[in-house]
């Protein structure tokens, strides 16, 4: 079965998420700087790390996107009930 390691950044709506997408292309800051100083989520504290996660694990919008990304890749704001998401794709096995 295949596995995606993902990070996230969380927030409340698509104006912020936008904003932060282009402060993650125009700063030095890495993903997972930003994750700690903007995420909403639990998993801010660390990085928006998320582990490596499989099919079902998560809800539909944000896991289709997770599996059809390159590794590396950082995706547009994507909408799920808990908010939008930047989403980063950090490995799969």
Known sequence: ???VRARHILVDNEEHAKQIKLELERSDKTFA???K???EGPSGDDGGDLGFFGRGDM???FEKKAFEMDVGEVSEPVKTDFGWHIIKKE???
């Open 1 to 3: 079965m295949t596995e």
């Open 33 to 35: 700087q930003l994750a």
């Open 37 to 39: 100083e903007k995420s």
């Open 59 to 61: 809800v539909k919008p």
């Open 91 to 93: 490995d799969e096995r």
